[in-house]
């Protein structure tokens, strides 16, 4: 099973990224699939999940209303849209995806993508 992640990069203050995260190696369509973060000397947070079916989605507080989540089954992929970046953003995102769920992705959850650096310059 393997979660690859890509888009990250560095951005300006107010600038929008596309994080990516294609599966493979198992079929996760009937599972939910999300995205955290973490910053170096802090514990990982959650940012974003959608179902199963994509049209359940829910945010951390920090990012709602700039951030957005979406699925594409055929794909196998995730997506996080973010917009108005701000220097808080700055970290490490994570894609995950919990079998166990269809909701919500946990942090037990036990796969993970690689990590991509995102980081803001203000």
């Known amino acids: 099973v393997q979660l690859q992640a890509s888009g990250g990069g560095l951005v300006q203050a107010g600038g929008s990224l596309k994080l990516s995260c294609v599966a493979s190696?198992?079929?996760?369509?009937?599972?939910?699939m999300g995205w955290f973060r973490q910053v170096k000397g802090k514990e990982r947070e959650f940012v974003a999940a959608v179902s199963w079916t994509g049209a359940n989605t829910e945010y951390a507080d920090s990012v709602k209303g700039r951030f957005t989540i979406y699925r594409d089954n055929s794909k196998s992929a995730v997506y996080l849209q973010m917009n108005n970046l701000n220097a808080e953003d700055t970290a490490v995102y994570y894609c995950a995806v919990d079998p166990a769920r269809k909701y919500v992705v946990t942090l037990t959850t036990p796969y993970w993508g690689k990590g991509t650096q995102v980081t803001v310059s203000s």
């Open positions: 190696g198992r079929d996760f369509n009937s599972s939910a």
